[in-house]
């Protein structure tokens, strides 16, 4: 068994998963604005999309922890409150 403070949960290595390969952008697929009538996306696009959505599932992950870690409002690192 590894150390509990560096080992992943099973969500926490899917999101390490779909992160590992993502270079940095954040495709839809979609191609118009009937997103029914898009074509399937590229595999490239959907890798892309899968990281980028693990890193705002991150982001929102880190929003939180600061949110119950009592402060009287939620904000990110580096971001001030009016």
């Known amino acids: ?8 949960s099973e969500n926490g290595q899917k999101i390490a998963n779909a992160a590992t390969p993502w270079s940095f952008s954040c495709p ?3 191609d118009g604005h009937n997103p029914v009538m898009s074509p399937p ?3 490239g696009e959907v890798e892309e999309s899968s990281g980028c959505t693990a890193w705002h ?5 880190i929003a939180a922890a600061f949110d119950t870690a009592g402060s009287a409002e939620s904000t990110l690192p580096g971001e001030r409150t009016p």
Request: without cysteine; proline residues 11%; negative net charge.
């Open 28 to 30: 839809t697929g979609l």
């Open 57 to 61: 599932e991150v982001i929102r992950d």
């Open 41 to 43: 996306a590229e595999p």
């Open 1 to 8: 068994m590894g150390d509990p403070q560096t080992t992943l």
